[in-house]
Structures are given as C-alpha cells and as structure tokens.
C-alpha cells in the first residue's frame, strides 16, 4: 500500500503530464482494491456469515420431553440460561443429535449420553451462527480411556481430522460434567479442537477465525509466561501448542470464568470474541 501512495504523491508532485499516468494510478488502485477484497475472501471465507437455520433441519419431535429432563438434571449451563434461550438450545441439541452418527465401542448406545455430548457441542458453538461443528459427522464413544492407535497409547479423547471423528471416554466426559467448576471437562476439550479445526478447513465462520487471531496473540504471551513458571492459573498442559492452549483456555472460560476474567483479562475478552459468548452472564451468555 505504501508504495502505491508513493506512486499517487510522485503523481501528484509531478503533475499528470497526461491522461495516461492517471489512468495509470486509477488502474494500480482498482487492482489494490480487487486483490485485497479476494485475499480476504481466501482467508476468511464469504464476508457475510450465511447461517444454517435450525428450521432447515427435520427434526424427530419425539425425544424433546427426553433432552428437557436429561439436561435439568444434569446440565447447569442449560438450566442457568433463560426461558427463550433454554428453547433455542434445545433445538441445537436436537440438530446436533440427527446431524452426527453416535457410535458406541465396546458398549450399548445410551440415548442419554449422546444428549450430554450433543449438549457440550451446543454449549460451546450457542454464540456462533455456524454452530454443526460440519467437518466431524462421527462421535466415537468408548467407555473408559482406550487405545489409540495413531498415538500409540490410552487416551480420554481425542479429534481425528482425517476420519471425520471425534472420539470420547464416556467416564471421563461425565466426570468433566459433574464438577462443572474445576476447569477439567473432556466434552469442551475435544469440542474445542473439533470447532477449530472445523473453522478453518469449512470457512464458514468469519467472526470464529477473525477473532481467533487475535486470541492467538494473548494466547502466546500468556504460554511464554506458563513455560517460565510465571503463571500457574491454566494447567501446564496449555502451553503444549497452540491448539492445546486454545482447549484449556475453553474449558476454564466456561467452567470457571470469573477467575479466568481476574487472572487474564484480555485473553478472558479475546475468548468472549471469539465464541461470541460471554459465560459471566449466565442467563443470557450472548450479552457480550
Ligand atoms: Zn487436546
């Protein structure tokens, strides 16, 4: 850009000899204008976020008394959020239930836990209008910890890009739901990578990747200070890279924001951007 200025003022000092120089300048401007418009087309997709509407889907009515009763029991982020918004995040629920194949290893299927699973997904993604987490259609569900093959050791979960999957130990999930103020919830974890990954490879999420931007840029400060012992409120395993940083940070915004907003308050706001969310109204976490 600055040598297109330098290019307009050199113009201008020199005075347009002829209509051909500022036909020139005109052309070199338009170019600009054209070629930043595609770049930022390239990397954050249309500009104008088109969401899929929950009325597109069709959706078997039948289970909705079912996920209003797992979810009072067992869901506080549910059973905090407003008459109106406890409606809309049933429906998501509902969507993320017909949209993802929930297979079962090495046990029965239980329609009660792919709600709690289906719940985590809708927690997280309740801010952004592209909330079907697309690039994963598969949600492996072991019982406990299980073998990983591709890691060559046990694991509570984990996201597979190729494959499409994500993959969860039921005993681990539940246990992150129980204590819902520790920091430690596998569901939001893994949730988090998928959303992620999902963002970037799908492209639909402008705001998502925009303001992930700059999250990554406290995010990196605040992994300097963990690897020098000069921060302990995130666990060690934050500063493992980025992406690992990106899920634990998830996981105590939702679980433990106050501490979080006190401890780290710019990456606690470039968080509330990013999932256009703000878990320290929790009747209504959309007031940003
Ligand atoms: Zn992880």
């Not at 088109?50 to 996920?67: E, G, H, L, M, W």
């Not at 998501?92 to 017909?98: D, G, I, K």
């Not at 073998?147 to 046990?154: A, G, K, L, P």
């Not at 406290?218 to 409120?233: H, P, V």
Request: proline share 3%; glycine share 4%.
């Amino acid at each position: 850009m600055k040598i297109v200025f330098q290019l307009i003022w050199l113009k201008i000092d020199e005075g347009f000899s002829n209509l051909e120089n500022f036909l020139a300048v005109v052309f070199v401007i338009g170019a600009y204008v054209v070629l930043s418009l595609l770049f930022r087309r390239l990397m954050y997709g249309p500009i104008q976020e088109k969401a899929i509407s929950v009325k597109n889907y069709v959706i078997p009515s039948k289970n909705r008394t079912q996920i209003e009763g797992v979810l009072s029991k067992y869901f506080p982020y549910y059973l905090a959020l407003d008459t109106g918004l406890k409606k809309s995040f049933i429906l998501r629920v509902e969507v993320f239930l017909e949209i993802k194949q929930f297979i079962p290893r090495h046990m029965n299927g239980n329609a009660d836990i792919n709600i709690l699973i289906a719940a985590s997904a809708a927690q997280l993604s309740f801010g952004l209008k592209n909330f079907e987490i697309l690039h994963f259609d598969k949600i492996l569900i072991y019982p406990d910890s299980y073998f990983s093959s591709i890691r060559e050791q046990y694991h509570q979960g984990e996201v597979n890009v190729k494959m499409k999957l994500i993959i969860l130990s039921v005993k681990s999930f539940l246990l992150g739901i129980q204590d819902a103020n520790d920091g430690i919830n596998l569901g939001l974890h893994e949730f988090a990578h998928a959303l992620n990954i999902d963002a970037f490879i799908t492209r639909r999420s402008l705001f998502f990747t925009k303001f992930y931007k700059e999250w990554q840029f406290f995010a990196e400060l605040e992994m300097e200070k963990i690897n020098a012992g000069q921060s302990n409120f995130l666990r060690k395993y934050a500063s493992t890279n980025l992406q690992e940083m990106f899920a634990v940070c998830t996981e105590n915004f939702f679980e433990r924001p106050a501490q979080f907003k006190e401890a780290m308050p710019e990456l606690y706001q470039s968080m509330v951007m990013v999932y256009r969310q703000n878990p320290l109204n929790p009747k209504n976490p959309l007031q940003l």
